[in-house]
Each structure stands twice: as structure tokens, then as C-alpha cells.
């Protein structure tokens, strides 16, 4: 990757207006990474750091896009398989509140069988 270098050093990749972060939290903002920005990238991008940036050429952005597009689609696997995850649990949970719920009133209602006989 000898095109990839520190940013004062390498022509600058066609400039834009910085867009709004995107925070990947949510299958859907993933999904809008892998079909607009993935692309993107292709053409040569910047990573940008708090202590700096590097552009990435032309010629070297598919090894990093294609890589971009491995770990968003993981990511999106991810949180999906969480989400039902979490909505099994919670049905898990519910289903065994009404499990203790009902085994108390059969308790009750067992004694007060046993009183009244």
C-alpha cells in the first residue's frame, strides 16, 4: 500500500462538505453506511482521528472498503441476532411471571379446598 501516507503528503481527495457523523447503532444506519458510504470510499476517502487524519488513495480504498463492508455487515448480524435475543428473554420472563402467578393461585386455591372440607 505505498499510495497510503500521512494526509501533508498525499493530494487531497476530492473535498466535500463534512457530513453529520453517523453513530452504528442500529441496523438501519448500517445498512445506509453499506449502500451509500461503502461505495463511496472507493474513490479515496480520509480516516480521521482526534490527533489527525490519513488518506486513503484510489487505488488502495478497496482493500478498506471491502473490509468496511465485512465488519458492517457483521455488526448488522449482530445487533439483529441481540434484538431477538433480548425479545426472547423478554417473552421468557413474561411467560414465567405468569407461570409463578398461576402456581400461587393454585396454591391459594388449594387451601381454601382443604379449609372448606
Known amino acids: 500500500m505505498n499510495n497510503m501516507v500521512a494526509s501533508h503528503l498525499t493530494p487531497p481527495v476530492r473535498e ?16 445506509h453506511a453499506l449502500c451509500t458510504l461503502v461505495p463511496d470510499m472507493m474513490a479515496g476517502f480520509c480516516i ?19 473490509a468496511m463492508e465485512t ?22 420472563v413474561e411467560i414465567a411471571e405468569k407461570l409463578h402467578e398461576n402456581s400461587e393461585k393454585w396454591k391459594q386455591w388449594q387451601q381454601k379446598a382443604k379449609a372448606e372440607s
Open 16 to 31: 466535500r462538505e463534512p457530513q453529520e457523523s453517523l453513530y452504528m447503532d442500529s441496523p438501519e444506519v448500517l445498512g
Open 48 to 66: 480521521l482521528t482526534s490527533t489527525g487524519e490519513i488518506r486513503i488513495s484510489a487505488p488502495d480504498a478497496p482493500a478498506f472498503a471491502t
Open 71 to 92: 465488519l458492517l455487515l457483521e455488526k448488522i448480524h449482530y445487533i439483529q441476532n441481540e434484538r431477538c435475543r433480548r425479545s426472547a428473554n423478554k417473552r421468557a
